[in-house]
């Protein structure tokens, strides 16, 4: 009996204090991987290199995956990474996405130009690649392969197979997930569906272009059709879900701040090469009336709000539709009284595409900005844009950057922000202006 009972007893005894330890052990690693994820030193590194945000909101998700199973996880921005950390790092995942035409987004700039061009020894490492990317590009996922390539190449093991992201791609996602579970040794696959839309209503609709050369461009303001406004900040970003293209949401930068009491966007409508509208900015242009649902939900867009630079003088660079970005930037900071702003902007006509001339000329008259610089590009016998602005202006620039201004760039991608970017060069030097964006001085929301 007793030869029975005591291995029983031993064993009963044996597991009460098996699952104890465990959940001493539990409770001790999700207590380090908490303190860990606050600053300190991590058995894995989730690096993202985002420029909208979505890398950044997949990596704190895959960050707390790894910690549910009890792993040291924390995830860095990889403007905050140097390769000697790297090469120290035992296990690192990285979750990249891809801007302009194949390049690395703005916060993995330096590391892309310094890190990755030298040769350092990583065959310690052991790695995984989420790369974010969209397959209407001619390079998809481009940052992310060429990160994956360099790794392999310098001695660094994979995991896995790198995971390539078109738009969100929930399959991809889902493979990804499956990964984590697996390096967690946890079953339960967490829930990482975006926010689900809300549904608001268009309740003015302005062209304010009319007469324009260029498309038209209309100020849309909306309302949630449930009476309660959700908070957002100036810099956010508005996805619009248009009936014709539901699965693919379009971005719109906000142009308002909750304080005026609606959401403004401004849109650009665009014209397919068949000459049919574009889905999105068709449907809120064209066919959307006060009737209609806009299937709308807000994205923090945290690299192009203010953060550390509430209170630094403010120099706004954009064209077009980039005024909206700026505009919600610039009203927040008059609103809190802070009035060092400059801004530049750029468009085609004075006479018709001088956007929300009103407010920006008693902004400037009643001092809310120091400087306004306007470039019609089709005015005068020379075209100017707004780049050529920043090069009339060198002097003034270097002395505001001196002061310890933040520059922030909306708009196009093409032909403005690259010319804008060479003038900040030309002006600053490019260790400058390198340093400014991998600090977030420089920040760009463009298009
Ligand atoms: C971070 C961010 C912020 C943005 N902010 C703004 C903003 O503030 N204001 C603004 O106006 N826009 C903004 N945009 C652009 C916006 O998201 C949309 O891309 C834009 O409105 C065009 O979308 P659409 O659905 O109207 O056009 P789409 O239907 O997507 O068409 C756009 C273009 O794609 C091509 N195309 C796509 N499908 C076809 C097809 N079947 N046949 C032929 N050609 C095709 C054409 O060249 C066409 O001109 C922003 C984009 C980003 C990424
Ligand atoms: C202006 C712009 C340029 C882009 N260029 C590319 C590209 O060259 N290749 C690609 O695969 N994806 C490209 N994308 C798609 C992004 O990589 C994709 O939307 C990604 O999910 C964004 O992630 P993020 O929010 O973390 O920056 C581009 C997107 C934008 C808005």
Same mark, same amino acid.
Request: with cysteine; aromatic share 8%; glycine share 10%.
């Given at each position: 009996?007793?030869?029975?009972?005591?291995?029983?007893?031993?064993?009963?005894?044996?597991?009460?204090?098996?699952?104890?330890?465990?959940?001493?052990?539990?409770?001790?690693?999700?207590?380090?991987?908490?303190?860990?994820?606050?600053?300190?030193?991590?058995?894995?590194?989730?690096?993202?290199?985002?420029?909208?945000?979505?890398?950044?909101?997949?990596?704190?998700?895959?960050?707390?995956?790894?910690?549910?199973?009890?792993?040291?996880?924390?995830?860095?921005?990889?403007?905050?990474?140097?390769?000697?950390?790297?090469?120290?790092?035992?296990?690192?995942?990285?979750?990249?996405?891809?801007? &302009?035409?194949? =390049? %690395? !987004? +703005?916060?993995? #700039?330096?590391?892309? @130009?310094?890190?990755?061009?030298? /040769?350092?020894? $990583?065959?310690?490492?052991?790695?995984?690649?989420?790369?974010?990317?969209?397959?209407?590009?001619?390079?998809?996922?481009?940052?992310?392969?060429?990160?994956?390539?360099?790794?392999?190449?310098?001695?660094?093991?994979?995991?896995?197979?790198?995971?390539?992201?078109?738009?969100?791609?929930?399959?991809?996602?889902?493979?990804?997930?499956?990964?984590?579970?697996?390096?967690? &040794?946890?079953? =339960? %696959? !967490? +829930?990482?569906? #975006?926010?689900?839309? @809300?549904?608001?209503?268009?309740? /003015?609709?302005? $062209?304010?272009?009319?007469?324009?050369?260029?498309?038209?461009?209309?100020?849309?303001?909306?309302?949630?059709?449930?009476?309660?406004?959700?908070?957002?900040?100036?810099?956010?970003?508005?996805?619009?879900?248009?009936?014709?293209?539901?699965?693919?949401?379009?971005?719109?930068?906000?142009?308002?701040?909750?304080?005026?009491?609606?959401?403004?966007?401004?849109?650009?409508?665009?014209?397919?090469?068949?000459?049919?509208?574009? #889905?999105?900015?068709?449907?809120?242009?064209?066919?959307?009336?006060?009737?209609?649902?806009?299937?709308?939900?807000?994205?923090?867009?945290?690299?192009?709000?203010?953060?550390?630079?509430?209170?630094?003088?403010?120099?706004?660079?954009?064209?077009?539709?980039?005024?909206?970005?700026?505009?919600?930037?610039?009203?927040?900071?008059?609103?809190?009284?802070?009035?060092?702003?400059?801004?530049?902007?750029?468009?085609?006509?004075?006479?018709?595409?001088?956007?929300?001339?009103?407010?920006?000329?008693?902004?400037?008259?009643?001092?809310?900005?120091?400087?306004?610089?306007?470039?019609?590009?089709?005015?005068?016998?020379?075209?100017?844009?707004?780049?050529?602005?920043?090069?009339?202006?060198?002097?003034?620039?270097?002395?505001?950057?001196?002061?310890?201004?933040?520059?922030?760039?909306?708009?196009?991608?093409?032909?403005?922000?690259?010319?804008?970017?060479?003038?900040?060069?030309?002006?600053?030097?490019?260790?400058?202006?390198?340093?400014?964006?991998?600090?977030?001085?420089?920040?760009?929301?463009?298009?």
């Amino acid at each position: 009996m007793m030869l029975t009972i005591e291995p029983l007893r031993w064993g009963g005894a044996l597991a009460l204090s098996g699952v104890y330890l465990a959940m001493c052990l539990g409770i001790w690693r999700s207590r380090l991987a908490r303190v860990q994820s606050a600053g300190g030193p991590a058995d894995w590194l989730v690096v993202y290199a985002s420029q909208t945000g979505s890398a950044e909101f997949l990596a704190e998700r895959t960050a707390a995956t790894l910690a549910l199973g009890g792993l040291a996880a924390r995830a860095v921005c990889i403007s905050s990474l140097d390769v000697g950390q790297l090469a120290a790092a035992g296990r690192v995942l990285f979750i990249c996405s891809t801007y &302009g035409e194949g =390049d %690395a !987004p +703005d916060t993995a #700039a330096r590391f892309a @130009g310094h890190a990755m061009g030298g /040769a350092p020894d $990583l065959s310690r490492l052991h790695y995984g690649v989420l790369a974010l990317g969209d397959t209407s590009y001619a390079n998809y996922c481009g940052f992310g392969r060429a990160l994956d390539v360099w790794l392999a190449q310098r001695g660094a093991t994979p995991l896995f197979e790198r995971i390539d992201v078109d738009r969100g791609a929930p399959e991809a996602l889902a493979a990804w997930q499956h990964h984590l579970s697996h390096l967690a &040794g946890t079953s =339960d %696959a !967490p +829930d990482w569906e #975006a926010p689900a839309y @809300g549904e608001w209503r268009i309740v /003015a609709r302005k $062209l304010l272009n009319p007469g324009s050369l260029g498309s038209p461009l209309y100020r849309i303001a909306l309302a949630p059709c449930d009476g309660a406004l959700p908070p957002w900040e100036a810099g956010d970003l508005a996805q619009v879900s248009a009936p014709l293209d539901p699965d693919h949401p379009r971005e719109y930068s906000i142009a308002s701040v909750p304080a005026e009491g609606r959401l403004e966007l401004l849109v650009r409508l665009q014209q397919r090469e068949d000459g049919t509208p574009g #889905a999105a900015s068709g449907w809120l242009c064209l066919c959307a009336d006060a009737g209609d649902t806009v299937r709308l939900r807000l994205r923090a867009h945290a690299r192009f709000r203010l953060g550390d630079n509430a209170t630094r003088p403010l120099i706004a660079i954009g064209n077009g539709s980039g005024l909206a970005g700026l505009r919600a930037l610039l009203t927040a900071r008059i609103d809190a009284g802070v009035h060092r702003n400059w801004l530049l902007f750029g468009e085609r006509n004075a006479a018709h595409d001088f956007l929300c001339r009103s407010e920006l000329e008693e902004w400037r008259d009643t001092g809310a900005l120091a400087r306004l610089d306007l470039a019609f590009s089709r005015d005068g016998a020379k075209t100017r844009y707004v780049q050529h602005l920043l090069d009339n202006q060198a002097a003034q620039l270097r002395e505001w950057v001196a002061d310890g201004a933040a520059i922030y760039v909306c708009g196009s991608l093409q032909g403005m922000a690259g010319g804008v970017h060479d003038a900040l060069v030309a002006a600053l030097g490019v260790e400058k202006v390198d340093a400014m964006m991998a600090d977030g001085r420089y920040r760009r929301d463009v298009y």
